[in-house]
């Protein structure tokens, strides 16, 4: 069964920078499209970030240009690289696989003004 480590979160001020990662297991990682959402309470999850086994990248419009999102296949680890944070970016930060039903313990971002 897919497994996620997600890790990097914590409290910085607004204008600073956070670099989140996920370790995936249970799958063949190369081949498949990751995806990084965010989930404040009382909210839905939102999707931030995608990127497909070729690499392709999209972005909720709320963050171009701010985030990056990145893969390294050889440690089955997918990245999400957060520049410029702003209060509205705090949440708590899960990877997906996508087409997968399992999420992980998740990651908390808070971006104090």
């Known amino acids: 069964q897919v497994q996620f480590v997600e890790s990097g979160g914590d409290l910085v001020q607004a204008g600073g920078s956070l670099r989140l990662s996920c370790k995936v297991s249970g799958i063949a990682f190369r081949l498949n499209t990751m995806d990084w959402y965010r989930q404040v309470p009382g909210q839905q999850r939102e999707l931030v970030a995608r990127?497909?086994?070729?690499?392709?990248?999209n972005y909720a419009e709320s963050v171009k240009g701010r985030f990056t999102i990145s893969r390294d296949n050889a440690n089955n680890t997918v990245f999400l690289q957060m520049n410029s944070l702003k209060p509205e970016d705090t949440a708590i930060y899960y990877c997906?696989?996508?087409?997968?039903?399992?999420w992980g313990q998740g990651t908390q971002v808070t971006v104090s003004s």
């Open positions: 997906r696989v996508l087409g997968f039903i399992t």
């Open positions: 990127i497909s086994k070729r690499f392709e990248t």
